[in-house]
């Protein structure tokens, strides 16, 4: 059972940045695709960007695309989403997710809160 805790969040200005982080409790991380979604308020939760197992094949939702950028640390079983220009749209919890295939995601964090001001 693959543990994921994510870590990062806060509370930041419209244009600011924040990095979140995703620890797994096992080094079969490496084996698993990474993604990272996020749930606002009265919303459902959507896709933010998703990594391969290689770390090089990346892919973004369309309203990151250009701002946000996802990366892995398979040393130290981590996966980062750096946030950059953050618009008060982007307030939400972030969870970080972990599958086999990048369709299906079996293993989920509890999430961390995000919250831009305008």
């Known amino acids: 059972q693959v543990q994921l805790v994510e870590s990062g969040g806060g509370l930041v200005q419209a244009g600011g940045s924040l990095r979140l982080s995703c620890a797994a409790s096992e080094r079969t991380f490496a084996n698993y695709v990474m993604g990272w979604f996020r749930q606002a308020p009265g919303k459902e939760r959507e896709f933010v960007a998703r990594i391969m197992w290689g770390g090089g094949i990346r892919y973004y939702a369309d309203s990151v695309k250009g701002r946000f950028t996802i990366s892995r640390d398979s040393a130290k079983n981590t996966v980062y989403l750096q946030m950059n220009s953050l618009k008060p749209e982007d307030t939400a919890v972030y969870y970080c997710?972990?599958?086999?295939?990048?369709?299906?995601?079996?293993?989920w964090g509890q999430g961390t809160q995000v919250t831009v001001s305008s």
């Open positions: 997710a972990g599958g086999l295939d990048g369709t299906s995601w079996t293993y």
